[in-house]
C-alpha cells in the first residue's frame, strides 16, 4: 500500500527525517510512536504532500505509484487520508457542508455523527469553537466519510476523554476492519492500542526509525524505560 524508501526531509535547511525506510502493506495497520519533535507529524505531512515539507531526498510510493510530485489532492483521490493533530477552524464552512460534499449518503452521515456524537454539531463552522475532543471526532467523522484506503492519524486520541477515545476507537476499529483498510497511526498516550489491532510498532527518534516490535511490549518498554531505550534495540531500520 505505502512503500518509503531512502526518505529525507530537511525543512528550513534543518535535517527532520533521514533516509528513512517503511513498509506499509494492504490491510496493515502500523503505530509509530517517538518523543515530542522527532518528526512524526513531519513525516506525516511528507506523504501528504504539503508545502514545506519537500522530500529533499529518496522516494514515497503509493499503490505502486510514486507520489513525490503530486499535488495534496491527488494524493487525496488516489486513497490517502489524514487526521490532523491541529487541526484548523475553517469559518463559513459548516460540518455538514464538508460532510456532503465528501459523502453523498445522507443516511451515512446521520448515523456516522450520531454515532461519534456530533449531531449537534453537524450546524456549527468546522472546529470554531469545539473542544479538543469535539475537533478529533470532527476529524474522524470528515476520515470516515471519505473512505481512504491508508488512514494517516496523528495522534488521534490526544485531548479525548476516556468515553469518546473508546467511541472514537470503536469506529476506528470497525473502519480497519475493512477488507484492505491500511493505517499509519501516531500515538503518545497509547490508549488507541485497545481499539486497533497491530502487529507492528516502531519509534521515530533522531531522525531515524528504531526498533520494530508488537506495539503494546514497546509501549509497556517505553513507559518504564523511556525513548532512550529504543536505541539500543538490535532491529534498527525497517524495510
Ligand atoms: N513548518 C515548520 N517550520 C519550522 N520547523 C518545523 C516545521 N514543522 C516542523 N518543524 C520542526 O521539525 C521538528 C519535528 O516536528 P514534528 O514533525 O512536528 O514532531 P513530532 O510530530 O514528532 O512532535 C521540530 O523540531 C519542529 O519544530
Ligand atoms: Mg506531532
Known sequence: MLEIRNLSVDIEGK???????LTIKKGETLILFGPNGSGKSTLIKAIMGFQGYPVTNGSIVFKGKEINRLATEKR?????????QHPPAIRGVKLEQIAGFLNKDAKKIKSLSEELSLAKHLHRDI??????????????????????DMLLLDEPES??????ISIMG??????????????????HTGYILDYVKSQRGCVLLNKQFWCV??????????R?????????????QMS
Open 127 to 148: 472546529n470554531l469553537g469545539f473542544s479538543g475532543g469535539e475537533m478529533k471526532r470532527a476529524e474522524l467523522f470528515q476520515l470516515m466519510l471519505q473512505n481512504p
Open 159 to 164: 485531548g479525548v476523554d476516556i468515553e469518546n
Open 15 to 21: 535535517r527532520i527525517l533521514e533516509d528513512i525506510n
Open 213 to 222: 516490535g508488537s506495539p503494546k511490549e514497546m509501549f509497556k518498554t517505553i
Open 170 to 187: 470503536r469506529v476506528l476499529s470497525e473502519y480497519l476492519g475493512k477488507e484492505g483498510k491500511s493505517a499509519l497511526i501516531i500515538t
Open 224 to 236: 518504564e524505560q523511556g525513548y532512550e531505550r529504543c536505541k539500543g534495540c538490535v532491529c534498527h
Open 76 to 84: 487525496v483521490k488516489m486513497g490517502l487520508g489524514l487526521m490532523y
